[in-house]
């Protein structure tokens, strides 16, 4: 199953240069942050917790995982409180090999539990797709190498067709055993 | 044909925001620019000029198009040769509904004349691939609406898998009629 591979290349440490482009407004913002990834139990509490609340029957996890990162962003480098940390449960429930729902007790875009539709496409780019209460993301995941993996996001209003944000960011896998 | 579809949706004037990400010193570049895509003449002298030096037998251009930018370094903001500003001819010869090759009168890693294959994936990604001599870019653009594409970028070293950079463009269509 294309998920569970997906899930078993992303876990580790990651060191992310994340560019975000406020479209409205011109402006850049460039984070480096460092990113976990890790498996979790189907048992744990937290996934449970996800899948209480979650209304698909017979909801089948596949490998969930938790992903904490800690970022420090440019907007105000000599401000201590502009370095955010934060982490997040992921629970995948597989609909057929390439497609699915992703349950997230943190969403991308705002800070609430969050369902998210996910497809695979033929060249294995990850494609997540959520509606949130007053904007739609669409994030794209895909692996360039063992160790470098892209990510995308773009952000438009849930009424219309407006975007709202968009954001890149390239993931190094870190090999040393310190960070 | 997709080719012949996607060129249309790029055709315009485009304001663009770029990051690059220089992956082994973790440096960020962002360049806001503005870029020009027109469609050209087949029978152009340009274009006759890149088809002679094509060893493509029966080569068929379609939809041949010209791209111009005039971009601003954040690097040197002081410097105004930091503005960078150039133009390419690209003539695209499909060899079916979803792949073919794209000449370029000047490479997008390296300033050489190049020749890049192309494919669309199922979404309607384009994806195009360039051997330099020294590195390989991958380039994938995607329309996320009709005013606003996505491009990406990685290059990587032609004799092994290392990642050299990666870069994000946001470009959003100039709808007034005086840039």
Redesign the interface.
């Known amino acids: 199953m294309q998920l569970e591979s997906f899930v078993a290349r992303s876990l580790g440490r990651w060191?992310s240069?994340r560019?975000g482009?406020s479209?409205a407004f011109?402006q850049?913002e460039?984070v480096?942050s460092s990113v976990l990834i890790e498996s979790i139990e189907p048992q744990d509490p937290l996934v449970l917790n996800l899948l209480k609340d979650c209304t698909i029957r017979d909801a089948k996890p596949v490998h969930p995982f938790r992903m904490e990162w800690n970022a420090e962003s440019?907007w105000e480098p000599d401000d201590p409180s502009a370095i955010t940390a934060g982490s997040c449960i992921l629970v995948p429930i597989p609909t057929d090999n390439r497609n699915g729902i992703l349950l997230r007790s943190v969403g991308y875009a705002e800070a609430e539990q969050a369902a998210s539709n996910y497809t695979f496409?033929?060249?294995d780019?990850f494609?997540l797709s959520t509606q949130y209460g007053q904007s739609i993301a669409?994030e794209r995941i895909w692996f360039?190498?063992?160790n470098?993996r892209?990510r995308?996001s773009?952000l438009?209003t849930s009424a219309g067709?407006g975007?709202l944000q968009?954001s890149?960011a390239?993931e190094?896998r870190r090999l040393d055993s310190f960070s």
């Open positions: 060191r240069m560019s482009h479209l011109q850049f460039d480096r440019d496409l033929e060249d780019t494609i669409e360039v190498s063992e470098v892209c995308s773009v438009r067709s975007i968009t890149f390239s190094i």
